[in-house]
Structure formats: C-alpha cells, structure tokens
C-alpha cells in the first residue's frame, strides 16, 4: 500500500463516519422545514415515523457510500452527492405521509430530478453539514491526488 493509497482511505474513513452522523438530523431539518414552509404543523405522534425515515436514511447513505468508499478510485461510478440525493426520497416519503403539499419547481429541476417533488436534493455536500463538506472536499482533494499518481506511474502527463 502507497501512501496516497494510506491517505485516501483514511479520508474516505472520516468522509464515512462524518456522513453517517450528520444525515439523521438533516432528513430531520429538511421535514421539519418544508412542512413549516408549506403551512404543515407536524403531529407530535409522527416523530417516530421521522426517526425511522432519519435511521433508515443513515443505513442507506453508509451502505452506499461504504461500497463507493471501497471501491477503486478508477472503477467508481458515482459520488457522495449522489449518494444523498438519493437519501432525499425518504425526507419525501415522510413530508408525503404527512400530507404535505409539493412546492413549485421549475422545468428542469422537475426533469433532473422527478421523485423530488419538495425540492430536497441537495446541490453540494455542504447542505448536509459543515463536516461532511469539510470530509467531501479532503476525500476529492486526496481521490485526484491518488488518480494523478497513478497516471504519472503509467507515464502519462
């Protein structure tokens, strides 16, 4: 093991961990806001069914982005951000439960993302947390460095 190879897992350790701890309380904040936005006072009898939605987002963020994590930096197909906006749909599923009403999208957010119809996919890591930004940008910072020192070993420039 080189150490870029030392050094990119263990940004994609702490990428990981910091992931994990901070997607319950954002599928929280993201019911908790459109619910508000839209006029919805959420039931106190439906915290458990947000906690369920919270855990269970956390499961599916740490079972993807652990395989991404594990996999080769030039075999991976996807991204972190990608990851979560596909944890959107269970903050969705909570605010449809609830009967909370759809906001206005424009055309394209509608066409590029079709199962969010509260506008809940996140444009970067940082609307997630500040942790999780701050280990997205040291995992693709450490990803190019290790993807370079690889092209550089084949002789390329």
Known sequence: MT????DIVTVS??????????TPAWVRRLVAEVAAA?????PAESAPMIEDAADRAAEFVDRHLGDLL???IDRQRTTPLSIFRDAARFPVEVLHRLGVPEIHRRDLARWAFPNDPYGLTPASL?????????????WGAAKAALHLARRREEGMR
């Open 70 to 72: 594990h996999t080769d």
């Open 13 to 22: 350790e702490e990428l990981q961990a910091a992931s994990v701890e901070a």
């Open 38 to 42: 839209q006029g919805v006072t959420v």
């Open 3 to 6: 150490p870029s190879d030392i």
């Open 126 to 138: 940082a609307e997630i947390g500040d942790d999780v930004q701050r280990a997205g940008i040291a």
